[in-house]
């Protein structure tokens, strides 16, 4: 049972450059998040997508993008990025908004040159 | 959304009984109490969740006064790999909760 899933697991990307990260869950949840956090700091939601076809933003959405593909994934892009997004990525996944448990990846460690 | 207030950080040695305090003043009748765990270079993973009085599992204990104003997470006798950060978050019964979370307590156990 993989849970939540993310990859790249690390990427460094020149300022400018775009990116796509990946997340799939294998649980059936109905609802995914996907948050930052820099060090020393808490987790800020970016956007979040309560159920498939449904997307909506966070504390922080600007400078990034979001796809509810299907049920399993939900992807994070940034466009052209930036070194203030220089962070690490965790994506989440709960049965519903509201649900007790979210359940998170491993991270993606992200830098930005 | 009732605002959470947990110290910054906390240092224990093994053996120990580690008690880390959450104050949610403005707590709603509706709301649940739930804590996250997360080592370094890992996501949070929930590990405990109270509504009043107490409840215990095989990580962790969680006391909730009668105010349910704040509350407490105790891990009973630490091991190095308790090394954490601890999350604080209150959480709606209804349909509009999304999981936010404040800094934490960091945890150090030492030898």
């Known amino acids: 049972n993989a849970g939540v899933t993310q990859t790249p697991k690390f990427q460094v990307l020149k300022t400018g450059q775009s990116m796509t990260l990946q997340c799939a869950q294998d649980?059936?949840?109905?609802?995914m998040y996907w948050y930052r956090q820099d060090p020393g700091m808490g987790l800020r939601l970016i956007y979040y997508?309560?159920?498939?076809?449904?997307?909506d933003k966070g504390e922080v959405p600007n400078g990034y993008n979001v796809s509810r593909l299907n049920k399993r994934e939900f992807s994070l892009r940034l466009e052209s990025a930036a070194p203030s997004q220089t962070s690490v990525y965790f994506c989440?996944?709960?049965?519903?908004?509201?649900?007790?448990?979210?359940?998170f990846g491993q991270g993606t460690r992200l830098t930005v040159v | 959304l009732a605002k959470t207030t947990q110290p910054i950080s906390m240092d224990s040695y093994e053996g120990q009984e580690v008690n880390i305090t959450c104050s949610h003043n403005?707590?709603?009748?509706?709301?649940?109490i739930t804590w996250y765990q997360q080592f370094p270079s890992q996501g949070p993973r929930f590990i405990i969740q109270?509504?009043?009085t107490k409840v215990t599992n095989e990580v962790a204990s969680l006391f909730i006064p009668a105010d349910r104003k704040s509350s407490t997470l105790s891990l009973p006798r630490v091991s190095l790999s308790d090394t954490a950060v601890y999350y604080c978050?209150?959480?709606?019964?209804?349909?509009?909760?999304?999981?936010?979370f404040g800094r934490g307590t960091s945890l150090i156990v030492h030898p």
């Open positions: 989440a996944s709960s049965h519903a908004k509201g649900d007790t448990e979210a359940f």
């Open positions: 649980m059936n949840h109905n609802s």
């Open positions: 997508s309560a159920s498939e076809g449904t997307t």
């Open positions: 403005n707590i709603a009748t509706n709301d649940y």
């Open positions: 109270g509504y009043k």
């Open positions: 978050l209150v959480r709606s019964s209804g349909g509009s909760y999304i999981p936010t």
